[in-house]
T-cell receptor, first 114, second 116 residues
Framework: AAGVIQSPRHLIKEKRETATLKCYPI?????VYWYQQGPGQDPQFLIS???????DKGSIPDRFSAQQFSDYHSELNMSSLELGDSALYFC?????????????FGPGTRLTVT | GENVEQHPSTLSVQEGDSAVIKCTYS??????FPWYKQELGKRPQLIID?????GEKKDQRIAVTLNKTAKHFSLHITETQPEDSAVYFC???????????????FGKGTKLSVKP
């Protein structure tokens, strides 16, 4: 079965640079979530989109923005990167209209800020 | 907002023994409680979930129980195997069919080690 796709898988950036992470949800899934997971930490919710509209907002810094496109893929844009932004970034998707519950995670993007 | 507490933070068992991980939540509006297994550097994998209208759910060696009154839920793994070794996260959210679907609030995780 098709899974959530994330790109790139690894990304190395310097402080103050920008980064764009991409997420392609499972086909027919209409909701995308972004989570940030620091080393040894639990995943922290950043932001979600349903039918291309922002649905919920969590602990997402103002330096970050995100959107969902007409093909349901989503991008997380991160500017003025800081050392503390180094983490695993997961995208998850679900099919809210029918099932509404299960969230399936992508493989993640490991961002390292030097 | 919702707060999820998870215990223990580490758990070591012998192969074949049972393992139990417990979580409590604070928001009575939460109605969906999944459990994820995460191996080092990998994605969280959904292993079992339970909704607030159900008290218990079982899938082979894994079972989850929910006590809505006490606001706690537990994961039970029987006949543990070395490949069960991983970090397990509980989570809670408020979700509804065709309507709002909340983000997941995770517990801090339990590192399970199964010794052969």
């Amino acid at each position: 079965a098709a899974g959530v796709i994330q790109s790139p898988r690894h990304l190395i950036k310097e402080k103050r640079e920008t980064a764009t992470l991409k997420c392609y949800p499972i086909p027919r899934h209409d909701t995308v979530y972004w989570y940030q997971q620091g080393p040894g930490q639990d995943p922290q919710f950043l932001i979600s989109f349903y039918e291309k509209m922002q649905s919920d907002k969590g602990s997402i810094p103002d330096r970050f923005s995100a959107q969902q496109f007409s093909d349901y893929h989503s991008e997380l844009n991160m500017s003025s990167l800081e050392l503390g932004d180094s983490a695993l970034y997961f995208c998850a998707s679900s099919r809210r209209r029918l099932a509404g519950y299960e969230q399936y995670f992508g493989p993640g993007t490991r961002l390292t800020v030097t | 907002g919702e707060n999820v507490e998870q215990h223990p933070s580490t758990l070591s068992v012998q192969e074949g023994d049972s393992a139990v991980i417990k979580c409590t939540y604070s928001d009575s509006a939460s109605n969906y409680f999944p459990w994820y297994k995460q191996e080092l550097g990998k994605r969280p994998q959904l292993i079992i979930d339970i909704r607030s209208n159900v008290g218990e759910k079982k899938d082979q060696r894994i079972a989850v129980t929910l006590n809505k009154t006490a606001k706690h839920f537990s994961l039970h793994i029987t006949e543990t195997q070395p490949e069960d070794s991983a970090v397990y996260f509980c989570a809670a959210s408020e979700s509804s069919y065709g309507g709002s679907q909340g983000n997941l609030i995770f517990g801090k995780g339990t590192k399970l080690s199964v010794k052969p």
